[in-house]
């Protein structure tokens, strides 16, 4: 009797564990809720089960799409944009499943949980949670896609560089200087053969996932996260050459991974979606489909995660609503002044140029742009309002170029780049030129916080002035410090400057004198190796 009792005792347990999965568990704020269930492996899991959930906190639904994980693993995940008690019911066309119903907590998020990033005033970001982002991002095409031990030596790179945001691609890369075949492939196998040169080709089976890959990519989006790096996924691109065939999958095979994609990663507070690196030079698919494609996305994602499309040759329809930024290939848009605002204020969104070329070494001309070029260039997009991308292509022993494959930084650029970055966040708000039509050197934050760049043609000797347009009133008082964007330095200097009234289009010292030689609010810049001033209220 005392052993029924037991018995019964133990079924009660378990049997109230299954109906309250998830009961007393605790998540934060935009962190990611799993519900793994156990169903059925026979036939073809990915295509015969269909499997969502819906979420419910008080008035606020939200219905998410699961997803086969292998092994008889079902999946659900969601990230939480409001706290208290959420409860979920599973939806599915299989009986085991079907109907299950858990509940969880979401409480405030941790310091470091600042939620995902969103648009901010027209042309910038900032956090779900108010902070700011400004986008410093780095290329590392195909790192995923590597040995474990070099994966591991790219992420201690990350960790003691200046970047917050990666492109990466989601299928792997043949292409000069990525040509290795990679530990994981997204599609089941049917067969491998050899060619003549001993290469290897393969044979898929596109209505099966390999949940291996995509459990490799996800760790290594939470690696990312867990630095404070932004993962900006690249779902298509023109690299494979008929290697794997994955840029040729036809529009149904297209649509059923970006639904596996988004079931998988929407949940993950850092992921950007990226339609495609250079879309124009994917030739399996037409124009019009990437319309398609961009509302298969953003129809999928209950989150509204931040999507774009990067461009080869032919800029895209960059001002359709399911585009939230721009993504853009131009080198040419940040080597001189007042060509980087022009696009940001045709399409009116922010503006990311997230190829500008190189630093590096390579004999292709986007490969090798010196330190200087690369820094000048993340330079012309702040002080224009819009944002840059850094990459580095230096040839080094095994051919694993960063841009690439990742590994270490060995470039000049990155410690300026993260100077820069922080004299960005160190402002009262994002730069915006002062006055766009006229002045592309002059950027402020507000009416008390400039930045004037001077670029490469640095000038002997500056006189105190601000554009009158969105300029300070008279009777401001201003102190100036000399940058070295080069050399890293900020040197305050001494004099204090007063504005009077403006003439014409600028704001002048009242001190200023028609007689230069008696000139209060000039001084020299000739030992100065800097490139910029800050002038800062008083």
Known sequence: MRNFSVFVALFLVSFLALAQDGAGRRIERWERFEVTLTGPQAGNPFADVTLSAEFTNGSEKVKVAGFYDGNGRYKVRFMPGRTGEWKYKIISNNKSLHGKTGAFTCTEPGKDNHGPVQVADTFHFRYADGKRYYPFGTTLYAWTH???????????????????????????KYYSHVENEPPFYPYAKKSETRDAKGKPRFEWDFSRFEPAFFQHLERRIDDLKKLGIEADVIIFHPYDKGHWGFDSLGKENDLKYIRYLTARLASFRNVWWSMANEFDYVKTKPRADWDIYTKAI????????????????????????????????????????????????????????????????????????????????FWQGVIAGTYVTHGETFRNAGDTIFWAKGGRLTGSS??????????LEDAPGPLELSDPWKDHRTARADSSHYLVYFGKHMQPEWTFNLPRKGGPKAGRKFRVEVIDTWNMTIDERPEIFETDEAVDYRVFDKKENPDPTTHDALFSLADQAGWALKTLIG
Not at 161 to 167: I, M
Not at 323 to 336: L, P, R, Y
Not at 414 to 423: N, Y
Request: proline share 7%; charged share 25%; aromatic share 12%.
């Open 414 to 423: 990155p410690a300026r780049i993260g100077f820069l970055k922080k004299i």
């Open 298 to 377: 953003v129809d999928s994602d209950p989150y509204g995660h931040l999507c774009s499309i990067h461009n080869g040759s032919v800029y895209y329809d960059n001002w359709k609503p399911e585009f939230t930024h721009v993504s853009i290939q131009n080198g040419s848009v940040v080597e001189d002044f007042g060509r980087a605002v022009l696009l940001r204020d045709v399409f009116f969104k922010p503006m990311v140029y997230d190829e500008v070329c190189y630093e590096g070494d390579l004999p292709q001309r986007w490969g090798h742009l010196s330190g200087q070029e690369m820094t000048e260039a």
């Open 146 to 172: 590597q040995p474990e031990g070099l994966e591991e030596i790219t992420l201690k790179t990350l960790a003691n560089a200046p970047f917050n945001k990666v492109r990466m691609c989601v299928f792997p």
